[in-house]
């Protein structure tokens, strides 16, 4: 991975849980802006996609954005919202993190 392809999979990581985190907002105030501003980065969010699929490719941008949403909104979830995970639910984030590592590996052929 490049560090620009690095760059943008940070900025959108960003992105999408900021829109995460004001759906979640919204679920518990019903408040229509928290929903207009989730919908908003969630569009802008899918615009840095793209970017990061011409740099890096399709499979790698979208499993590396899916796993680390799925660490980082756990944090969120956890810190901010009070939620908390089940053993078999820690062990599938687990998986994820292994994922993750094996993703980052440097490989011979170029995509």
Known sequence: ??????????????????????SRAYITSSNMLLLLLSL????VGNLMMVKLMREGGLGLAISA???????LINVIAFAIFGERLTATQLAGVGLGVVAMVLMLFPVGAKS
């Open 65 to 71: 954005s899916a796993i680390a949403q799925l660490l």
């Open 1 to 22: 991975m490049t560090p620009t392809f690095l760059l943008w999979l940070s900025g959108a990581m960003a992105t999408f849980l900021a829109a995460a985190t004001a």
């Open 40 to 43: 908003s980065l969630y569009c």
